[in-house]
């Protein structure tokens, strides 16, 4: 069984610790926790790893945001990976802080990647796990929020939500999707 784990951001310094890059730092949390590295391919930054039998592999776009779908659908494609072993970690300003929810299927809520990813697939019927980022912006300062940095008191956190995360991939992986919203869906 081969899985394509998608982990969305933006590539650059100035992004690395934002609210909008919590799928790279999932991605990058777990690779950290299970001693596999990141090289630039094509299109992405990508991994491999394997887990109980399983084919993991891992990106992170190197398109931003706003065309990651171009990057899934490579690796879509070159891996071999059927729709419903892929999974895209995204920010989720519809959660508060460190919420994780697993869903099989939805709406780009008003989210570009997601909404790129929608676009080049035809469908809304991916997995994506929804990292929770809270909302805590003035009307018309949602951009400034999600490229600003996580807080102090979010950061002295933010490990803990993201090993969570990385558990969820894991069972994503290994379980399923159903199983997994069961055990992990807060």
């Not at 919590?22 to 990058?28: E, K, M, P, R």
């Not at 999974?87 to 869903?103: A, N």
């Not at 912006?137 to 929020?145: K, V």
């Amino acid at each position: 069984m081969k899985y394509l784990i998608v982990g969305l951001g933006n590539i650059g310094p100035e992004y690395m610790m934002t609210r909008h890059n919590a799928g790279f730092l999932v991605l990058d949390r777990l690779a950290a926790t299970h001693n596999f590295k990141f090289s630039f391919q094509k299109l992405a930054f990508t991994a491999e790893f394997k887990h109980k039998g399983k084919q993991i592999y891992f990106i992170k776009p190197t398109t931003f945001m706003n065309l990651s779908g171009k990057a899934l659908r490579y690796y879509m494609d070159a891996y071999k990976v059927p729709i419903e072993n892929v999974l895209v970690v995204v920010d989720e300003i519809q959660l508060d802080f460190g919420v994780l929810r697993l869903k099989p299927r939805g709406s780009h809520g008003g989210h570009n990647g997601l909404r790129n990813i929608e676009e080049l697939l035809q469908t809304q019927e991916y997995n994506r796990l929804r990292f929770g980022v809270g909302s805590d912006f003035a009307r018309g300062r949602q951009i400034d929020y999600v490229l600003g940095n996580f807080a102090n008191d979010q950061m002295k956190e933010l490990f803990v939500h993201l090993d969570r995360a990385g558990d969820i991939v894991l069972s994503f992986c290994t379980l399923g999707v159903q199983q997994t919203m069961n055990n992990f869906n807060q």
